[in-house]
């Protein structure tokens, strides 16, 4: 060996002193590149193998990045693997941030600070469950028909201007001049996509021009034949992505078909999975990870695991997945099941891999994580002070009112995400041929329907509910407020518009729409709302916004949100904001709450909540995370002719809207049940109870039935 082992002694989060090593070989060029006769790479001359993991620093307070990769490198990992979100770093065509959490520059230097090189994937498109793949929203405002991921030189045009800034930051980094940087990703398993060889080649020349031979390009598709032919481009080393539970020597036999030598590379390998809201999470087994891990390695591959550390979509980063007809947002919580949890937390799949990696690379002499030690701050109490639909709601957060006959999609209102509340006048009762009403709309993708100001239903996209019967709403206010719940990520439906669109009473289209947007990014307006206002149950009169304070008398830790027994919403902690929460589909129950949000001494809570307000007003600052919540079946009631409650159980997802955590308290339970999701069709409810629920629960679920029956017929 020619290198030489520079040893850095660094002091810091895992508490001891610990080596890194990196390679610095002084007999030949820095660099990174494939050795075709060998069937490996070779690091500034020298044959290298990586066993990587991925970790994208946007999903993680800057604060935590060098405690993230030093446990990820004390798993024996000599690498990690980051994309690049163009969204964050060009969220208006003409600002760039790459400051705070954006300071990419920042992230790869720890990287290399603590012993590990780094693979990245500027995209442009990137997938990895975000808003829209990672591409602005905007490039939907300013060319309304742009063809993503094709070579529309409208498209292309913000394409090289974003990887030229990506480059000027990021150059600097790669192997050839000194940095981290070995490889860097073409594209984002385009083969998924499309097939257009055009395309891929341009993306490789403008990647080509940047990188040079300062570092290896790649490209990774599933191990699809047609995928990984449709993904690769000559002159782009090509690889593969599978997860456990598959023929590893099957899948890498695909990879050759295209790239018949070099070394084996798995790109993405998967040791946890993505969870959406409204279905069980998702989890893979430590076991399995282990064994695929090891027969990869075993054949000389060199591995990525995706993801290592998963972190959070804060804010209103998450994407979405779906198509023509079916659409499920993820959850806030990129936990993944990753080998370190949400808050960075080594799970024993951590020391399993770790096993593995020790039998092929050599150990470094780090003290391995512990847990970290949890906030249990207890509960919050909330203040009503707002009603975002009421007058000063409208002013505080409200843009100007638009008028058009058609409605505009949030993209042409210039909002990226948040609400829009769009209104109309119905006509008198002799326009519309029958009775009663059904208003039908394309939501995207969730829209609470008032008539006369008054909740009456909801539209959602999830559960394909785009028809609601409407009694007597003539000569009075409709109106729709619709939130985005996240662009899709992936798939044929990339062009993911938000708002609604055929929109129609009785097959009528209406007159003339009044649209109010609501920016909901911050929550400093409230600085001077001194108002108290009554919120209470379901909310009737749109969403609410409350605040409450706790006390923190120690150095903050991190904490979880305990979310049980609202509605829907989003969480802010100090004006940062945590994200989506929705306890009453689940699984997500509780918020990661980093300590770097969170100070000694007095700190705020913020909700905005749209759609329900427990009697007890509290959420509760616990030190474990519930993410869990699975295992529910739907009871559907309707009343039949003769007025009396038929219930049955199902188990449709589809028709699921509210859910319980069997682990709740009961009290929790009762208050979830007391909400009741009404279709406009009379007299109808679902109700979402664990399978394993005990006689108890039933007997008093009947009870709470009733008594939501009496007051059902007591509104009417
Ligand atoms: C590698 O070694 C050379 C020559 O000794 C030195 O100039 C350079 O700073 C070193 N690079 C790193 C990354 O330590
Ligand atoms: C895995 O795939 C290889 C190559 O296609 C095949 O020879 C082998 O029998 C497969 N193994 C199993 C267990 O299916
Ligand atoms: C590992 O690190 C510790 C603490 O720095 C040191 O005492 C020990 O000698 C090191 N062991 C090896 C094998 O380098
Ligand atoms: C649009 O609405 C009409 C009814 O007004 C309906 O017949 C048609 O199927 C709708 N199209 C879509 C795409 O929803
Ligand atoms: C609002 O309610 C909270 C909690 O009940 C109370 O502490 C606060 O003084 C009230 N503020 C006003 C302006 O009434």
């Not at 954006?102 to 012993?115: H, T, Y």
């Not at 390998?269 to 087994?285: A, D």
């Not at 909002?415 to 009663?436: A, F, G, R």
């Not at 239903?457 to 559960?463: F, Y």
Request: charged share 20%; hydrophobic share 35%.
């Amino acid at each position: 060996m020619w290198s030489i082992l520079l040893t850095l002694a660094v002091t810091g989060i895992l508490g001891e002193v610990v080596n890194v090593h990196v390679n610095n070989n002084t007999q030949s060029e820095l660099g990174f590149e494939v050795d075709y006769d060998n069937n490996q790479f070779l690091l500034d001359g020298q044959p290298f193998r990586y066993v990587s993991g991925s970790f994208h620093y946007f999903r993680c307070p800057r604060q935590y990045w060098r405690n993230r990769l030093r446990k990820i490198r004390a798993a024996g990992l000599n690498a990690v693997s980051t994309y690049v979100e163009w969204s964050l770093h060009q969220p208006t065509v003409d600002t760039w941030d790459w400051s705070g959490d954006a300071d990419l520059v920042q992230f790869l230097k720890i990287a290399q600070e603590e012993g590990l090189f780094v693979l990245l994937r500027p995209g442009p498109y990137i997938c990895a469950e975000r808003d829209f793949g990672g591409f602005p929203y905007w490039l939907l405002t300013r060319v309304p028909d742009i063809n993503l991921r094709t070579t529309d030189k409208r498209y292309m045009l913000y394409v090289e201007t974003y990887l030229t800034e990506v480059f000027k930051k990021v150059s600097p980094y790669l192997r050839g001049n000194g940095g981290p940087i070995i490889m860097v990703q073409v594209e984002n398993e385009y083969g998924s996509y499309s097939c257009d060889v055009e395309y891929m080649t341009q993306l490789r020349d403008i990647m080509k021009k940047h990188v040079g031979t300062k570092a290896l390009l790649y490209t990774t598709d599933g191990s699809i034949e047609n995928m990984i032919r449709c993904g690769s481009v000559p002159g782009v080393y090509a690889t593969v992505d599978f997860g456990t539970n598959t023929n590893v020597t099957k899948n890498f036999e695909i990879m050759r078909k295209y790239q018949p030598r070099g070394p084996l590379v798995n790109s993405e390998f998967y040791p946890g999975w993505l969870t959406h809201w409204q279905e069980p999470f998702q989890r893979v087994k430590a076991v399995a990870v282990a064994e695929t891990l090891n027969e990869m390695l075993s054949l000389g591959a060199s591995v990525n695991m995706y993801m290592f550390y998963g972190g959070t979509n804060f804010g209103y980063t998450a994407g979405a997945n779906g198509g023509e007809n079916t659409y499920s947002p993820q959850l806030t919580s990129y936990d993944y099941d990753a080998p370190l949890t949400e808050a960075g937390d080594p799970t024993p799949k951590y020391f399993d891999i770790r096993n593995v990696v020790s039998k092929y690379l050599q150990l470094p002499n780090m003290t391995v994580p512990t847990v970290s030690p949890k906030g249990n701050y207890g509960p919050v109490v909330l203040s009503p002070i707002l009603k975002l639909l009421e007058e000063t709601g409208r002013q505080l957060f409200g843009t100007a009112v638009v008028q058009t006959s058609d409605p505009l999609t949030f993209e042409a209102l210039g909002l990226p995400h948040w609400l829009v509340l769009y209104e109309t006048n119905v006509e008198p009762k002799q326009q519309y041929p029958s009775d009663p009403a059904i208003l039908h709309a394309m939501v995207r993708d969730r829209g609470l329907v008032y008539v006369d100001d008054y909740l009456i239903g909801t539209l959602s996209r999830i559960n394909n509910i785009y028809d609601l019967v409407v009694e007597q709403p003539y000569e009075q206010k409709l109106g729709i407020l619709v939130e985005n719940q996240g662009r899709l990520n992936y798939g044929f439906g990339l062009h993911d518009f938000k708002g609604l669109s055929n929109v129609s009473l009785n097959n009528i289209p209406f007159g003339l729409w009044r649209m109010t947007g609501f920016r909901l990014d911050s929550v400093k307006p409230l600085f001077y709302v001194e108002s108290n206002v009554s919120a209470s149950g379901t909310l009737y009169d749109g969403p609410v916004i409350l605040r409450g304070g706790f006390t923190i008398s120690d150095q903050p830790m991190d904490t979880y949100l305990n979310t049980a027994g609202w509605g829907k919403g989003v969480a802010f902690v100090n004006g940062r904001n945590l994200g989506r929460y929705w306890p009453l589909v689940g699984p997500q129950i509780t918020l990661y709450v980093p300590a770097a949000f969170l100070r000694t001494g007095d700190n705020e809570l913020v909700l905005i909540e749209l759609e329900y307000v427990p009697n007890s007003k509290r959420m509760r600052l616990q030190n474990e995370p519930i993410l869990n919540l699975e295992q529910y079946s739907v009871m559907d009631c309707q009343q039949n002719e003769e007025h009396v409650f038929e219930c049955r159980e199902q188990n449709l997802r589809k028709n699921l809207e509210v859910s319980i955590d069997e682990r709740m308290e009961m009290d929790i339970i009762l208050e979830n049940l007391q909400w009741s999701s009404r279709y406009g069709l009379k007299g109808r409810y679902y109700y979402l109870i664990p399978c394993t629920s005990s006689y108890e629960t039933w007997t008093k679920l009947s009870n709470i039935y009733e008594k939501d029956t009496k007051q059902q017929n007591m509104i009417q």
